[in-house]
Structures are given as structure tokens and as C-alpha cells.
């Protein structure tokens, strides 16, 4: 388990040593920060302040300077926790991204104040008695498990957490509400800072719950955000989360007139008056940025122009050599400020340094010895005192520290490990670039067997994912390939999603044609984390090279599951008779192979398949025998499902009696189990069966309780889903007015998800509210973007029912002159239903079509097209009865 690197803030933590001037030129930045806490003390909701700048601008000095002022001020003095998101990789190489949910677990870790030598025993006992204080016990055991995925501490399962152990879409909502709740009760205590370092380098699964708690947080909690200016480019619409409770703050470049007093300043400890010489270099060469202000001074300190004239001295002095300072090149950009620092190194120091380098960003003292003994002799007899090597090193790191070029860490990752870490990484990256390229690898080899020998290497992601580099790095692939797949799983147990798919990627990648057993696993796993991705042609070519694995190893359950797998995304598109061709025969792969779930799972799906098509009783019919295998298996959350899927069923069979029973039976379990989703979901569908009642009240009523509950655990999907529905009831109350505004929220929440296919069923229902409220030209645009839509990903069934709505919105009049091309937009989606054997939506367009050219005058004097119109009406019309007369008998 990695220890806290931090606990609350203070001097040490951002680095004393660049401190010393006082903060120039931020006084407005300053006052936002100072007005966002003083908001957050008055309300009852969070504040964030995001502060973007280059390298060097001064957002850790000025979060600093921040924290000092309030704890120094009148007003209630906060907690304050910090964490920082970190890279890995190095110049040569683009920088890899943090482990997932990286920068939250190292900031948990100084919320819960985990220190080096502690034993998992006593880590677990200090969580649970701080989420216990935090949260007055309610429920610690699930926030607990949670909490503990993020900071590498496990804790013993409970019935929700045995429940989503395998499924991450239904755990990372969970994750998020868990997470939300434990910082909003924390604060119920008093006001808490969090502050948030080096966004640049966090991951996705990161910043998502990042936008989560921006803007839901209820609390009284200060959010401080920090990263490069490039980040919010890299991260389209984080700086509207939070709506107006986020505020976005740039640290442009100093004024030259600030420039040159901050650049007085960090020259105070010189002797007599500070040269003027020196202070238009450094602002010269600065460019108005205050990290390479500083980064001038020590340059100025490793050419010899400025000398300590006591090194012992409590307050420094520094001696000018004015003769020196004509003769040396000085700096006039970063880079040679940079390189000035590197000439500096005497042999020793400049080894060490190479070494780090190769280690990362962040190093070990006993990686660090590893390389020094790289390809040494080993003394005849080794004894244990013998530490003069390693006293040598640890010397030659005092001085580093010393001279300002890193940093020693309060807490190491490794137990009995000491850690440092770059102070400025242009100068690790310089060090980097200037190391060979043979040299390197020898580095990354003895590097990777170093780590591999530290206990918990390959249950922690971020230092999976390490020895996966190096290993790569290395040039040992199929290695660096199983370290990649284990960093993978353990990211997709921690639901996040994202991050484990580019492990499984590269892991993949590397692994070639090498162990398929374990190249078929995780092709499973990747497939899954693709499809929740929504990158459905990745996830389908994942789940058919897995099959063919399987079937050349002849693995009847793998096969299975592969083809259900694909038949699932087949059934997605609307490819129903590919969807079926698969899930059959996964179906009869399970059989053989005598894996019940996988069989009830078999049935479940063709049954859904079936209610796609229209065919309800044989539907039915495989869903029932779904729901008796689970009832024997005793898998309450998947009985909940077979229960709701059957009363999809009857709902659309008209049965409405026996549709509410099976969906009440389903929410129930579903509220005993505490399954959120499957909550939102059930909500949602009795909203649907109250609104074919025409009970719209109580569908609305249905509807908001699912919002509430997708809001609590922050499912921005099924957020957007219970929009829609609302807006819908709205609309068939005729509220046209809530209906438009309530789906414009559905639609742009869709368009944040970035999710097209509920983005184009969010449109067309806008679109239909618009044609309610006579607001053709917008109906005519949204129907337009939602046809186009449903185009891209692929869905048949819903481009049908769309190009009815198209029918309908043409029929009305949206583009004048146009009403025949309304018969058009019927015929092709009649002809769709056809081919994909949706026979009830067939009647639907059916039933559109007739209607359309009864009232059209149009086609008032058209004798085939009426009697065609006619004819249609009287098929959907037995359609209609036929599913009715099958529900009552069946």
C-alpha cells in the first residue's frame, strides 16, 4: 500500500525553498480564490477555482500564499488536503498518464493521514474509524470498500460490493456517490480544502469524477484545481462543470514591472545593492514567467557569478562576482538556465541524476543503488556493513537536495524505501535526452528487476503500469505485455474504464501471438471495457478474435461467451438475424460446456432479441426460462433483470396488469439489493407503463424519482435518459412549453456524454415537442440531426423510427412544398421494420403512414394511395390485436 505523501498543507509541501520573495503580481488571482471560499462559507454548495498556467506561472505559490492568508485570517480556518496527478515517461517518449483515479487516491491518503510503516491491519482501522466519524456509521462497510479501491487497501466484501464486483457500469456510479458522500459528510464537520495539483498529467477516470463532484458537491468544500494551460484543450467542457459555481482563473505572464521586483526580491540575499545587471537578464530570459525567474537565480548560483559567503550561515548572503559576471555566457532562455545547471554536476551527482532520470519523475534510493551495482563484481564475501557504495549515494542526494535540483519525499510507495522526486522535470528530461540509447536499456532492465522484487508490485495499478514500461523499455516484451494486462485488470476493477483500455491495448499489442490463454482473457475483459466505451467496431473485433482462439483450443465456454458477446452488439445495431445466428450459438457452446449462467444469460438475451422483432410469446418464452435458471442459481440481481425484461414484454403486448406486476416484483428486489441502476431503471419503465395508460401524472412522477436517484449517484447517462422521459411526459400532458426546455437539457447532456445514440433519441423526441408546439423550423432541424444520428451508429430500428417522426414532421408542413416527400420517409421506414422483422414498430409506421394521407390534402384525390392507406391501417390494426388476443391466452 502506497503511504501518504501529504497530509494538510504547509510550507514544506510547496517547496520553502521558492518562497523565500513574496508573492508578486497575483493579487486578483489571489481575491478569487479569497472570494470563492468566503462563497463557500456563506452557501451551502461547493466552490471550485481551476488555475491554469505554463510551467512555472506560480499556482502552487499562490495556492500557498492562499492557505497561509486564511489560516492567518478572521474567517473559519479549513481542512486542507492535497493531491497531485503525476506522469510517467520521459523526453524521448510522450508522457504517459497517471494510474487511474491517481491524484484521488494520493489525496484520500493524506485525508486519512496513511503513514509509511503502517500495516494493512492498522491502515484499514484508521479508514474506517474516519469514514465512521465522517459519515455517522451510516453504511462504512460499502464506503469503506470503495474508498479503499482508490488508495490500494482492501476491505472485506459486502452484498452490493459481491454484487457490482464484475460489472463496471454499474459500479462506477456507485464509486462516484460513495466518493461524494464521504467529502460532503466530511465537511458536515467543518469547511475542507481539496486541492487538486498537476491536472496536466491526471487520467480520464480522474477528471470524470473530478466534473462529477464540480458539479454536485452540496457541502461546504473548496475545490482547487491547478494545470497547464494545455489541459483544458485536452479536456473539452471540464470548465463548465459546476456552471457558475466554477470558476476558471489563467496566470498569464508578470507584467516586466512585476517581473523585475520579484526578480529584486529573490536577489535580496545578495550583498550591497542587487546588480541591475542580473535582474534584466533574468527578466529577459523569463519571459514574465516566475518559476523561470527562479530558475534564473540558480543559475546564476552554478555559473559562479553568485556565491554563498557563509554556507552556514541561518540567513543566506550571497557574494556578486562582478568580474565573473562579464565573462560567463548567462542564461537568455529556459533551456539554457537549464542546460547551465546540468554543466554545473560534478561526475558523481551527474551519475546519480542519470540514474533518477531513467527511474522517472519519481525515484527510489534502493532503485538507485540497483544501478550503481549494475554490472559490478560482487565482493567475495558480502557483509552487511560493508554500506560505503550506499553511503556514497546517499551523500551525493543531500547534496542534490541541497543544491535545489530534488526533493525528498515524507512518505515512499516501498516499505523501508526512501523517495525523491525531480524538482524541475526540464531538467530530468535534459538529463534523459542525454543519456544513450544502449545505456538506457541496461537502466529500464535492472530498474524492472528492482521493482519486481518489492512486495504488492502487481496488486497496485500505478506501479503495474510502472514495470510495464520498463520492461519495454527494456526490450523484455512479452513481460512488459502480462505487466500492461495485470495493470488493466486492476484498472477495470477499479471501474475505470478508460485507463484500462489502454493498458489492454498496449498489453496486447506487445503480447502478439504469445499465451493464449491469457491473450483470450483479456480480450474478453478489453472487449467489455470497449463496448462500455461505446466503441462498438474495437469491441466486436476484440470478441472475434477471442473466438477464434477459443475454437482453435476448442474452450466451449470461452466461445460462448465471445458469441454472446458479439450477438449483444449485433442486436445493438439492429443486425437482428446476425445477433440471433450468435446468440444461439452461444447458447448451445454453454450447454455443452454445463455453465448455467452462461445459458440463462443465453436465454435472456434471445428473448430480448425476440421482443426487438415483435415475436412476444417466443420472447417470453426464453426470458421465463431465464428467470427459473437464475431463481435456482439464487442470483437476486439477475432475477430482478429477467423480471424487468419480461415486463418490457407485456407492457408492449398491452397487458398492462401483468407488465406492472413483474416490474414491481423487479424494483422491489432491486431496492433490497441496493441496486441504483436497476432502480433507475425500473422507475423509468413504470414510468413508460403509466404514460401507455395515459396515466401521465404518475409516469412523471415515476420519472423524477429516477432523475433523483441517477442525480445521487451521479449516472450522467441515465441522468439524460430520465430528462427525456420527463420531457416526453410533459409533451403528452401538453406542456409543450417543460417539454422543450426539460429535452434541450436531455440533448445537450447527451452531447457532453459525447453518447450518439441517445443524443438522436433525445433529438427526435425534441423534435416531436417542437412539432407540438407549431415550431416547425426547429422540429425540421432536430429530426434532421437525429436521422443523421441514428445513420452514424448504425441502429436500424431507431433510424426507422426516426424516419417516421421524419414522416410525421414533413407530413406538417416543416418544409413547404415538400408534404410528398412525407409517403418517402414512411415507405423507408416501413421498409426497415421489414427487414429487421420489428413487426409491431412495423404497425407503427403503418398506422403513421394512414394517418398522415387521411388528413393530407395532398393526397385527398388519390384514389391508390388512399385505398394503400386504407389497406395498412386495417394490417396494423390486426397487428395491434393479434400481440393483444396472444397476451390474454398466453
Not at 392 to 409: P, T
Not at 813 to 823: D, I, N, Q, S, T
Not at 835 to 862: C, I, M, P, W
Request: charge should be negative; proline fraction near 2%.
Amino acid at each position: 500500500m502506497e503511504t501518504a505523501r501529504m497530509g494538510e498543507i504547509d510550507t514544506a509541501i510547496f517547496g520553502a525553498h521558492d518562497l523565500a520573495a513574496s508573492l508578486i503580481g497575483r493579487e486578483a488571482e489571489l481575491a478569487e480564490l479569497h472570494a470563492a471560499y468566503e462563497a463557500v462559507l456563506t452557501g451551502a454548495e461547493s466552490r471550485t477555482i481551476t488555475l491554469v498556467g505554463e510551467n512555472g506561472s506560480g499556482k502552487s505559490r499562490l495556492i500557498h500564499e492562499f492557505v497561509r492568508q486564511v489560516r492567518a485570517g478572521p474567517l473559519r480556518v479549513p481542512r486542507v488536503y492535497r493531491g497531485r496527478a503525476r506522469r510517467r515517461g520521459n523526453q524521448r517518449e510522450r508522457a504517459t498518464g497517471d494510474a487511474s483515479y491517481g491524484v484521488f487516491a494520493r489525496l484520500l491518503r493524506a485525508r486519512f493521514g496513511l503513514v509509511e510503516g503502517m500495516t494493512p491491519d492498522q491502515a484499514q482501522q484508521q479508514v474506517r474509524e474516519q469514514v465512521a466519524t465522517a459519515l455517522g456509521d451510516r453504511k462504512v462497510g460499502d464506503v469503506c470498500h470503495f474508498l479503499g479501491q482508490l488508495i490500494d487497501l482492501p476491505f472485506a466484501e459486502s452484498p452490493l460490493t459481491q454484487a457490482v464486483a464484475n460489472d463496471p457500469l454499474q459500479a462506477r456510479p456507485i464509486l462516484r456517490a460513495i466518493v461524494r458522500r464521504f467529502f460532503e459528510g466530511d465537511a458536515s464537520h467543518g469547511p475542507v480544502c481539496l486541492v487538486f495539483d498537476d491536472l496536466h498529467f491526471a487520467d480520464d477516470d480522474s477528471i470524470d469524477l473530478l466534473k462529477f463532484l464540480t458539479h454536485n458537491l452540496q457541502a461546504k468544500l473548496l475545490l482547487i484545481c491547478s494545470a497547464r494551460a494545455e489541459f483544458l484543450r485536452q479536456h473539452d467542457g471540464f470548465h463548465r462543470a459546476g456552471d457558475e459555481r466554477h470558476r476558471v482563473v489563467e496566470l498569464g505572464a508578470l507584467s516586466p514591472e512585476d517581473s523585475a521586483e520579484l526578480m529584486h526580491a529573490l536577489l535580496a540575499p545578495c550583498e550591497g545593492d542587487v546588480p541591475q545587471a542580473l535582474i534584466d537578464a533574468g527578466v529577459k530570459a523569463a519571459s514574465g514567467n516566475p518559476g523561470q525567474l527562479t530558475q534564473m537565480v540558480r543559475a546564476f548560483h552554478d555559473s559562479g557569478v553568485l556565491e554563498e559567503r557563509d554556507a552556514l550561515s541561518v540567513k543566506p548572503v550571497w557574494r556578486v562576482d562582478l568580474k565573473r559576471l562579464h565573462s560567463v555566457r548567462l542564461p537568455v532562455t529556459m533551456e539554457d538556465a537549464v542546460g547551465i545547471r546540468i554543466a554545473a554536476l560534478g561526475p558523481k551527482e551527474r551519475r546519480v541524476l542519470e540514474h533518477a532520470a531513467a527511474m522517472g519523475n519519481v525515484f527510489w534510493l534502493g532503485g538507485l543503488l540497483a544501478l550503481r551495482r549494475m554490472g559490478l563484481e560482487p565482493p567475495e564475501i558480502w557483509r552487511d556493513n560493508d554500506t560505503a557504495d550506499l553511503d556514497e549515494l546517499k551523500e551525493a542526494l543531500v547534496s542534490l537536495v541541497q543544491r535545489d535540483y530534488i526533493l525528498e519525499l515524507e512518505g515512499a510507495a516501498f516499505r523501508n524505501e526512501i523517495e525523491y522526486v525531480f524538482k524541475q522535470n526540464l531538467e530530468r528530461e535534459k538529463i534523459a535526452g542525454l543519456t544513450s540509447a544502449a545505456a538506457s536499456r541496461r537502466y529500464h532492465q535492472t530498474i524492472a528487476d528492482w521493482l519486481v522484487q518489492n512486495a504488492n508490485i502487481r496488486s497496485q495499478e500505478e506501479y503495474a503500469a510502472v514495470l510495464a514500461e520498463h520492461l519495454e523499455k527494456a526490450g523484455s516484451l512479452t513481460r512488459s505485455a502480462f505487466a500492461y494486462l495485470e495493470a488493466g485488470d486492476i484498472a477495470r476493477q477499479n471501474y475505470a474504464a478508460r485507463q484500462a483500455s489502454q493498458y489492454y491495448a498496449k498489453g496486447l499489442e506487445l503480447l502478439g501471438d504469445d499465451d493464449a490463454r491469457r491473450r483470450i482473457d483479456a480480450l474478453h475483459n478489453h472487449g467489455d471495457v470497449l463496448q462500455l466505451l461505446g466503441k462498438i467496431d474495437e469491441a466486436l473485433a476484440a470478441f472475434r478474435q477471442m473466438l477464434n482462439i477459443a475454437y482453435r483450443l476448442n474452450l466451449r465456454a470461452k466461445g460462448g461467451a465471445a458469441h454472446n458477446r458479439i450477438g449483444r452488439l449485433f442486436r445493438q445495431t439492429g443486425s437482428l438475424d446476425e445477433a440471433r445466428e450468435h446468440l444461439e450459438a452461444g447458447r448451445l457452446l454453454f450447454e455443452a460446456a454445463e455453465d448455467v449462467r452462461g445459458v440463462a444469460a443465453s436465454h435472456d438475451d434471445l428473448g430480448r432479441l425476440l421482443w426487438v422483432k415483435g415475436e412476444y410469446e417466443e420472447a417470453l418464452a426464453e426470458m421465463r426460462k431465464a428467470l427459473d435458471m437464475r431463481r435456482e442459481i439464487g442470483d437476486r440481481r439477475s432475477i430482478a433483470l429477467s423480471l424487468n425484461n419480461i415486463g418490457m414484454v407485456w407492457m408492449d403486448f398491452g397487458q398492462a396488469r401483468k407488465a406492472k406486476e413483474a416490474l414491481e416484483a423487479a424494483l422491489a428486489i432491486r431496492r433490497e439489493v441496493d441496486d441504483p441502476i436497476g432502480i433507475v431503471q425500473s422507475l423509468n419503465t413504470l414510468g413508460k407503463l403509466a404514460q401507455d395508460q395515459q396515466a401521465h401524472s404518475q409516469a412523471l412522477a415515476h420519472y423524477r424519482e429516477a432523475y433523483a436517484v441517477a442525480q445521487e449517484i451521479g449516472e450522467r447517462n441515465r441522468i439524460a435518459t430520465a430528462l427525456a422521459n420527463i420531457g416526453t411526459a410533459y409533451q403528452h400532458m401538453g406542456n409543450t412549453e417543460e417539454a422543450v426546455r426539460t429535452l434541450s437539457q436531455a440533448v445537450e447532456a447527451c452531447e457532453e456524454l459525447g453518447d450518439k445514440l441517445a443524443l438522436a433519441s433525445a433529438t427526435r423526441a425534441l423534435a416531436k415537442a417542437h412539432l407540438q408546439a407549431g415550431e416547425l423550423k426547429s422540429a425540421r432541424s432536430c429530426i434532421r440531426q437525429a436521422v443523421d444520428l441514428f445513420g452514424q451508429v448504425r441502429s436500424k430500428p431507431h433510424l426507422a423510427i426516426a424516419l417516421r417522426t421524419l414522416g410525421e414532421i414533413t407530413g406538417a408542413g416543416a418544409w413547404e412544398g415538400h408534404e410528398g416527400k412525407a409517403v418517402d420517409y414512411f415507405m423507408r421506414s416501413i421498409a426497415i421494420f421489414k427487414e429487421t422483422g420489428n413487426e409491431f414498430e412495423l404497425a407503427k409506421s403503418y398506422q403513421a403512414f394512414s394517418d398522415y394521407v387521411a388528413s393530407s390534402e395532398h393526397y385527398r384525390n388519390n384514389s391508390d394511395i388512399q385505398r394503400e392507406a386504407v389497406k395498412l391501417k386495417e394490417i396494423a390494426k390486426e397487428i395491434f390485436e393479434r400481440h393483444r388476443i396472444s397476451a390474454a391466452e398466453s
